[in-house]
């Protein structure tokens, strides 16, 4: 079980949905460039910053009984602070407030650390393509 709300960031950082100038840093970031500008757009990425710099990032999308996210990045040199698991309850409760019971998140299989914030989370593997990782959130 989850706490019912998300841990808030520290207060030198925020996490806020991505513009269109975000565009290269999030191409590099999560690796998807082609279709960044009108996930952008669409609202379906959300930029963790620190100090105004994109320090890590995650893409939602709806599916009718969950919040699948099927990325979730924190850039090198910011990695091993607890940005992930940050991003993570951040999604679980962007996914109660649209109403959703679940989270799925596809995670790189050489995302070791991620992986492990993931299980210490709650969530489970139900699939090995990734491997996709999923959570009830309430």
Known sequence: PIS???????????????ISSDAE????????????SALIDEGDIRVMTQDSDIVGALMMTDTPDHLFLPALAVAPLHRHRGFDKVLLLFAEQEARNRGHDQVRVQIAS?????????????????????????????
């Open 110 to 138: 050489l995302a070791t650390e991620t992986l492990a914030v993931c299980r210490s989370l709650g969530y489970r593997e139900v699939a090995r393509n990734g491997p996709l990782l999923m959570k009830i959130v309430w």
């Open 4 to 18: 019912p709300k998300a841990t808030s960031p520290r207060s030198d950082m925020a996490i806020r949905p991505a």
């Open 25 to 36: 840093t999030l191409g590099v970031l999560l690796i998807a460039a082609g279709q960044i």
